[in-house]
Nanobody, 124 residues
Framework: QVQLVESGGGLVEAGGSLRLSCAVSGRTSTIRSVGWFRQAPGTEHEFVAG????????YYADSMKGRFTLSKDNAKNTLYLQMNSLEPQDTAVYYCAASKFLAGARERSQYAYWGQGTQVTVSS
């Protein structure tokens, strides 16, 4: 089993920044990718960014490139999603998830383990 715990969400004004954290624990040797998804009310989960766990290389949804940056503290097994120039459309619950199937996974169905989510609200 793999456990993921997100933190760092909150309320921010448009144009502001937030840094989300995802602490990963458990059988991390089974992980191929860890990704961030978000879900706004009434919508499907949307892929945001991910990291290939062993290679430590990151990848992003095209719409997130340039504003969002994903990094990892290897000693702490913690991921950080730095979000800049936030817009009201970024308002959503942000989830961290781990895939044991595929390095570079982008689909929700490819992720087996999920955190509880953290709310991000961007006011206009």
């Amino acid at each position: 089993q793999v456990q993921l715990v997100e933190s760092g969400g909150g309320l921010v004004e448009a144009g502001g920044s937030l840094r989300l954290s995802c602490a990963v624990s458990g059988r991390t040797s089974t992980i191929r990718s860890v990704g961030w998804f978000r879900q706004a009310p009434g919508t499907e989960h949307e892929f945001v960014a991910g990291i290939r766990w062993s290679a430590r290389s990151t990848y992003y949804a095209d719409s997130m490139k340039g504003r969002f940056t994903l990094s990892k503290d290897n000693a702490k097994n913690t991921l950080y999603l730095q979000m800049n120039s936030l817009e009201p459309q970024d308002t959503a619950v942000y989830y961290c998830a781990a895939s044991k199937f595929l390095a570079g996974a982008r689909e929700r169905s490819q992720y087996a383990y999920w955190g509880q989510g953290t709310q991000v609200t961007v006011s206009s």
